[in-house]
């Protein structure tokens, strides 16, 4: 059925209240395709989770909010598991799913807001994880020929916060479902990112479980990252830049506790949080559009701003940080 002058306050993190001009659910893979071949020559906005988006405008397309649900296991060996999970699938639901029966290898990526369907389109990452370590594959179904394809790791071309779904096949596909390979022994422990072993020390956990691992990412991320239930956000707003050696090197003598992570011999990735932190930004708000006050990453809304104030906050970061470093921050988040 289709709606008409829908409001998605409540379909994206940020809460921004803007209308759909029509708006509908589907549930089902027949559905969808009956719902193309209904409306042949419409543009699509496709709704998941709405959590990597910055609405700032009433959306003109057909919005067709997604609802695929359902995890199953669909091969396993004495090492590892193969574990298919629909796409409007909560991903921290997801995560704790394969936690629930020790299955290794998404632990750092608890707490991320989201669903299953948006991680292979933004490879989420977090703490040295990112889903092109444990991704298989993911169906989508093909707008223009109905067709149902799957893409293996390789065919996703990954990247930092980067994919084909957001490249040349932007808006070209649906995708409908992920499956991911996890380990059932012999998990791969990654504790050394960011401040998981001191988090780990504080809880008195000597020996780690990925479970352990998973409890440390929760209370870091909830210890600096609002919960959009409560406070509206996207999560990280920015891209952490990579820079060339030549220019990190170049910025360490202006500030010697630049924190870096080495990419490789020639690049470097720099905290985007601390070049907003030290340019003054964080806890920084005009009217209801704001920088978190823990996390000078993650764009807040206060209660009712509207999308472009948000946007023209971002820009005015951007631009901020281009004068004092000449670096350039990318969103990380969709903006339409």
Known sequence: MIQENISLKPYNTFGIDVQAKRFTQVDAIPALKKLIQTFPDEPYFILSGGSNMLLTQDIEQLVI????????????????????SQASEVWHDFVQWTLTR?????????????????????????????????????????????????????????????????KEAKDRYIILSVVYRLTKKNHVLRTNYGVINSELERMGVVTPTIQDISRAVIAIR???LPNPAE?????????????????FETLLKKYPTLPYYTIDEEHIKIPAGWLIETSGYKGYRIGDAGVHSKQA?????????????????????????????????????NIF
């Not at 997604?66 to 590892?80: P, Q, S, V, Y």
């Not at 977090?126 to 989508?140: F, L, N, P, Q, R």
């Not at 809304?301 to 470093?325: C, D, H, S």
Request: aromatic content about 10%; proline content about 2%.
């Open 222 to 224: 909830s210890s600096k």
């Open 231 to 247: 406070l509206g956000n996207s999560g990280s707003f920015f891209k952490n830049p990579i820079v060339s050696k030549a220019v």
């Open 102 to 166: 020790d299955y290794g290898g998404l632990e750092n990526l608890s707490l991320i807001p989201g669903h299953v369907g948006t991680t292979p389109v933004q490879n989420i990452g977090a703490y040295g994880v990112e889903i092109k370590d444990t991704m298989v594959s993911c169906k989508a179904l093909n707008i223009d020929t109905l067709a149902i394809e799957e893409f293996s790791n390789a065919a996703c071309q990954f990247g930092y916060r980067e994919s084909i779904f957001k």
């Open 65 to 84: 909010k997604l609802d695929f649900k359902g995890i199953k296991i669909i091969k396993e060996d004495e090492a590892f598991v193969w574990v298919e």
């Open 297 to 333: 990453l993650v764009l807040v809304n206060y209660g009712n701003a509207q999308g472009i104030e948000l946007k023209k906050l971002a820009e005015t970061i951007q631009n901020e940080i281009f004068n004092i470093f000449a670096i350039h921050l990318e969103a990380e988040v």
